[in-house]
């Protein structure tokens, strides 16, 4: 009698990294020929868990080194409380649980939370990563999602059509310290759109057909030079992993050239310990002249690869490009091509970064940076500093956010010459960088106006350096003008609303006489004058 197994197969899904072009990871996905064994799944956990196994095995028969995305639904785990099976099943088939992500699916709805949270932290225990897949179009409450933490958000791609959407998933997967993938991209648009909404990974048709062998290449469209990332601090390590080739300690020199001989896109391997931290690196390069040497086969082939190996270089998951710079340039120049190695807070290895990856992500950085500054003062445009206001409202800070301008500009320029006028406005922008300090940011918006961004207790000094000097312009005393509003969280959605408020409040500032600077707060009538004539507070109605 035939089993339910004998017409069940599976296929593979590319889980596409946006930023270096490389596969990130297998999704195994259940191709059944015969009948829905996936709607019998939902319904009997037994079932479900057996899929997550079978799925395992099949990978190792395709003898792919690339991580894994296996699938379960929600209530699978919260009924059973784990998956000894599937972890039993990866470690017979010689791969690490770190390795494999667990793409927790909907329905979620009459599942048990806590019993699903408590499941999740123990395969967590284990080492498998969790990602909340789709997200978007199921349901999944808000508040579940916080709770599960994920390594990884799946959002269904019908939500590029709401951009601002899936700015906020991404604002909450930062907080989180999770990734986020678009599934079912199909057309270069919707890549596009999901690169320009912060999606750091994708997977769909358009990158690589759904198939029976596992997928090496895939295709990525070229950005567009309309397509921006959302502005960042900088970009973060989590962006550039890629799958690490991993062996044990104990590895002989022989099994890690059959791997490399095997695998020609592998730049290296890594041999981890039993808990799966790295204890050496082999660089391909100089692993196969040592082997290919003279009596070099005869000299390591038996023996530990390690002998050949280096210290691995390694940074936490959350390090930014930069410190991977900081790391790769301490040490021997020789090694500056040798991949780092990315742990997790475990000391466990979930990947590897290349140098030129970074290097040529971090190119682009300042070429965007450079295309954002004012010629005139070498400060960013208007563009940095709302993407950081807008990340301030989302993480619930408070801010203070000022207009700054020289008041009768045009009369300066015309009694004083242009050239005098722009000399005034670059000693008013280079007098605003050294009045700020930490996280405050100052942006040249064009002609004699400024924005800059702080936090509240820096506003006396910012005031202090730019109102209480005398400033001229060939000969000519000029006086400026500040404005700010302070925002509490909840008092303004976006940097439009803050804008908005601070508007009013440069219009009462300028009409005001000598150097001057009004300060109003967020929802609230009125204001303050804080310099120019009179020191009092204005109230509405």
Known sequence: MRSWTDT???????????????????????????????????????????????????????????????????????????????????????????????????????????????????????????SADGVGDGDVPLRLLTDIAPDLVKLDASLLARPAAVRAMRT????????????????????????????????????????????????????????????????????????????????????????????????????????????????????????????????????????????????????????????????????????????????????????????????ENRVEEAAGLNPLTRLPGSDAITAEVDRRIANGRTFALSWLDVDHFKQVNDGAGFAAGDELIRSVGRALLHAVSGSARVGHIGGDDFLVLADPEGLEPLAASVLDVPWSAGGRPVTLSLATVLCVPGSVTDHREAAACLAPLKQAAKSLDGASWVLGRAGLAGHEIRRGSGATTVRAG
């Open 8 to 130: 069940l197969r599976f296929a593979f899904q590319p889980v596409v990294n946006l930023t270096t072009g490389g596969v990130a990871g297998l999704e195994i996905l259940a191709r059944p020929e015969t009948g829905d064994i996936l709607a019998e799944a939902r319904r009997d956990p037994e079932l479900d868990g057996r899929l997550a196994v079978l799925a395992v095995r099949s990978a190792v028969r395709r003898e792919t080194l690339l991580p894994l995305h296996v699938n379960v639904f929600a209530g699978t785990l919260a009924d059973l409380g784990g998956l000894t099976p599937l972890h039993d099943a990866v470690r017979q088939a010689g791969r690490l649980p770190w390795e494999v992500t667990i793409d927790v699916g909907p329905p979620y709805t009459h599942v048990p939370q806590q019993a699903l949270l408590e499941a999740l932290a123990g395969l967590r225990e284990q080492g498998f990563r969790i």
């Open 172 to 363: 909450l997967c930062d907080e989180l310290g999770a990734l986020l993938c678009v599934e079912g991209v199909e057309t270069e648009l919707q890549c596009a759109a999901a690169l320009s909404a912060g999606a750091q990974l994708a997977q769909g048709e358009l990158f690589a057909p759904t198939s029976r062998l596992p997928a090496a290449d895939v295709y990525v469209p070229p950005r567009s030079p309309g397509v921006v990332e959302p502005p960042r601090s900088g970009p973060t390590v989590r962006e550039f992993v890629r799958p690490a080739a991993l062996l044990p300690a104990t590895a002989s020199a022989s099994q890690v050239r059959a791997l490399l001989t095997g695998s020609p896109d592998v730049s290296g391997v890594l041999l981890v310990d039993r808990d799966g931290a790295p204890v050496r690196s082999v660089h391909r390069s100089r692993f196969l002249l040592s082997m290919s040497g003279r009596y070099g086969h005869a000299l390591y082939a038996d023996r530990p690869a390690a002998k050949l190996g280096d210290p691995p270089r390694t940074v936490g998951v959350d390090a930014t490009a930069w410190e991977v710079l900081d790391v790769v340039a301490v040490g021997d120049r020789d090694r500056t091509s040798d991949d780092v190695a990315v742990v997790d807070r475990y000391g466990r290895c979930v990947g590897v970064v290349r140098l030129a990856d970074l290097v040529r992500a971090l190119a």
